[in-house]
Structure formats: C-alpha cells, structure tokens
C-alpha cells in the first residue's frame, strides 16, 4: 500500500518533498501552503535588498543545479523565480493547496486528521511538517506600539505601497534583515534613526555578477558547476564551521570582521557603537559590505539608548525622543517557537507543545517520540550557521524517503525513545564546545537552551541522516 502524504508548506523544504516524492512515482501527497503562493520565506521576504548570504549554487537542489543564476549570492526575486522554476520542472505545483492553512494535526492511532482553519478534515498515512524556522514574524514588546500615528511594519511583511522618500524613519533591530534594506532605506529617507541593541559581527560580501561566459560555461559544462558548487562546501567546512567550533579559524573571522569595520568606519565614536563585546559567531554572522557605508551616511544615526515607549509622534529612549513618521521592526521571528500556532496531538492525547516545553528536540531535528509517521523539514538543531540549509534538508528528506518503504506495509515508526535520549546526550555534549553559549540569540530560547542550530560539520549530518533508519524507529 502506498502511504497517503500530507506535506505542509510550500518553501524549499516542502518543494524538496514533494518533487523527491514525484520522482519516485509516489503521487499520494498533498502540499498545503497557508498563502497564496509558493517560497515560503523568500516570498514573504520581499524588503528592498533582500537576498542570501550563501552562494547561489549551493543555495539550491543538487538535483536542480540551475546555470541561470545572475549573481554569486542571489537576491529574493531570483531564488523566488528558482523555486518557481522547480515546481513547474518537476510538476508538482498541480498538488499545491494554496491559501489553505492548517491548524491542527492529530493522531488517532492509526491515521493523521488534518484540520484546515476552514473547519475542514482529511485523514493522512504520513505528515511532513516543511514549515520552518523563520516564518512568524516576532514583534518587540515596547509599551505605546499601538499608539504611534504613523506607518509602522516588520520587514517580514513589507508595506511597499508606502514611500519612504524624504521621511523620518526608525529601524528597530539590525541584524542581517536590517543590513540588507538599511542602505536602500537610508539612500530615501530625509533621516533614518536606527535603533541598535547589541551590535553584530559583519564580514564582507564578496559578491559579483557573472558574465555572460561564465553562466554559459555552467550550463554547457556541468562537471564545472559541480566542482564550484564542491568547493564552496568545503570551504564553508573547513574553514567558517571551525571558527563556531572555537577551533582554529575563530580568530581569523574576528579579525576580518575588526578589519571591515576599521576599514569602512572612520569615525571612532561610530565604530564603538558598532564593536561587539562577545565571540564573533555567537550570533549570527552578517555578510555584507554595504551596510556599514550606510550607517555612515550624514542622514543616518546609531542610537544605542534603551528604547523605553513608542510615543504618537516617534520613539522615546531613556536619553531622548525621536519623531518619526514611519518605523520598521527588524526584530526577527519566533525562531523557537516550532510548529506554532498549529496544534499536534500524538500518540495517547500527547500534546507536542507540552512535550517541547523546555525547548524542541526531535531526533535528526526530524522525529519526536509519541509521534509516529510525522516528520519535521528544517526541525530543532538543523539550521546552520555555515553552510546552506538546502543541503540539511535534501538530507532530511533522503531520511524520509528510506523510511516510506516501511510506512508502505502499513507500518507506523516512531523514534525509539533510547535513541532519542541518546541523541539529546550527543547534542548536548557538541554544544558545550560550540561559541553560541557566550551571548543570546534567536538560536536559543528564553531560558538558554539552543533548539536551532546544529553543532556539527554539515557532512557528519549527511553521514547520520544516511543511516538505515529502522534501527532507530519502532512499529507502533
């Protein structure tokens, strides 16, 4: 019997699953996708210079190599018009239920019962959870927000009907979101104020167009486009993973860093307020070499000061008031926040929200015990802070697809709860050397505990996820 699949979300991580089931000729499976269209993250991110920070040719399928990339790191528009390309390519844009947001999953011992926020019902062998980590966005908790006059909006959700030319602008946060629409913003606006907690460590972004002669070379000599494609793998093993490691590159990236912003910020009060005072790496590293020309702009100010009330008319800090007319939250997302606000009930009534009450875990980030049949896409401790997600979820999904041919005798798996155990003792162990322990950051939840990254070289991942699977599972 061929299992009956429900994949919910329609970015990188649904898409990889569906096409992965296409191709094995496995067509009992349904996407439902919250919105009106497909990209997950890269179509609600559409800001002003919104792109990634890894190289496009990793930042891809390794079965949808794609020689038409324009640029070595691409922007929204093109890795939304590449996500498009591989669900007409492969055809499964035809099994995409769009504006179709599923609310609850329960298990009834046997079967998945999906509801839609419509009301609606429907039973499933296997459920593929591909919604990811960064898709709700997270607003402060500033007294007065509701009060300001102006326009206001998270940059996750972008009012680009509004024209920020010659007003007053607030940001408020400045991590790699705000790096990347900063410079366009500060290029419009009369006055930009932007609102800074703790500063980042910035690198460079090496980034270029390709010419003409060399997208042909990608696309009429594969073996080339497979050899680049390696060796931007490696370098990120071998040199970015070893510097969250603490190992022997850590010193090299602080001093690049250091080195960037001596040498793109003169000012030495300015350059204070933008020197961090934790371990470079501990939160997210930002690639990018225009946003510090930005921050040095006539019209564009740092403010470090305590942000206290959103006033009517601006911003109220703890030394001062700013007016503004229109404030943009770069604040992030519920990063920790898994699955949420969809409500799971597993095996016996077990509520998922209440097992991950101290923080998600799932075996491989993509099984949890009193789950059986329900996968996670980009799950807890798989996001990396050196290599392309897309290459943790082309992994992920290949550990799916060796579990189907058991489901398919009718089977139910669920993570062995040993194995589980033993697996938090390894996570556990592996972070204790990782550098994210020395400052706070959407890697961790309120009480400090890391649920999203994963402390590992990327390729000990594709080993763990390669495994048989059965030795990890049970029948229930």
Request: proline share 7%; aromatic share 10%; hydrophobic share 40%.
């Amino acid at each position: 019997m061929t299992p009956k699949v429900a994949i919910i979300g329609a970015g990188f991580g649904g898409l990889c699953m569906a096409i992965r089931l296409e191709r094995a000729g496995i067509g009992s499976y349904t996407v439902f996708e919250k919105a009106g269209d497909l990209g997950g993250t890269w179509r609600d991110n559409g800001y002003p210079g919104a792109g990634c920070d890894i190289p496009s040719h990793l930042y891809s399928y390794s079965f949808e190599k794609y020689a038409s990339w324009t640029r070595r790191y691409p922007g929204q528009p093109e890795i939304l018009k590449y996500l498009h390309h591989c669900a007409d390519k492969y055809g499964v844009r035809r099994k995409i239920r769009f504006a179709t947001e599923i609310t609850a999953a329960d298990f009834d011992g046997s079967r998945w019962h999906l509801t839609t926020e419509g009301g609606r019902s429907e039973a499933f062998d296997v459920v593929v959870m591909g919604v990811g980590q960064l898709n709700r966005p997270r607003l402060p908790d500033i007294p007065g927000m509701r009060e300001f006059e102006g326009t206001s909006f998270h940059s996750a959700r972008w009012n680009h009907e509004h024209d920020l030319t010659g007003g007053r602008v607030a940001v408020i946060g400045n991590g790699s979101s705000a790096a990347q629409f900063v410079p366009h913003v500060a290029e419009r606006a009369e006055r930009l104020e932007l609102f800074q907690r703790t500063p980042n460590w910035v690198i460079p972004k090496p980034d270029a167009t390709f010419a003409p002669a060399a997208r042909l070379a990608f696309r009429y000599l594969p073996g080339l486009q497979r050899a680049y494609r390696e060796w931007i793998f490696r370098y990120a093993e071998n040199t970015l993973y070893p510097a969250l490691a603490q190992g022997w590159s850590r010193e090299l990236l602080r001093k690049r860093a250091l080195a960037h912003l001596h040498a793109q910020v003169a000012d030495p009060s300015l350059r204070a307020k933008l020197t961090p005072g934790y371990p470079a790496g501990c939160k997210r590293v930002i690639i990018d070499s225009a946003f510090y020309p930005a921050l040095c702009r006539p019209n564009v100010d740092v403010v470090t000061d305590r942000i206290v009330r959103i006033t009517p008319k601006g911003v109220r800090t703890a030394e001062s008031s700013y007016e503004v007319d229109t404030i943009i939250y770069a604040t992030g997302f519920r990063s920790t926040e898994f699955l949420a606000p969809m409500r799971v009930t597993g095996r016996g009534g077990r509520d998922l929200a209440e097992q991950w009450a101290d923080g998600a875990e799932a075996y491989l980030g993509i099984s949890a015990p009193n789950f059986p049949n329900l996968f996670l896409l980009y799950g807890p401790n798989t996001n990396l802070g050196h290599n392309s997600i897309v290459f943790m979820i082309e992994c992920q999904v290949n550990h799916i697809m060796a579990c189907l041919p058991h489901l398919s005798r009718g089977g139910r798996l669920e993570v062995r709860p040993e194995v589980m155990a033993a697996w938090r003792a390894r996570l556990d162990a592996s972070m204790a050397r990782m550098v994210w322990g020395g400052c706070q950051s959407w890697y961790k939840t309120a009480e400090g505990r890391v649920t999203n990254n994963w402390p590992g070289p990327a390729t000990l991942y594709r080993r763990l996820t390669a495994r048989p699977p059965r030795r990890a599972y049970r029948q229930v």
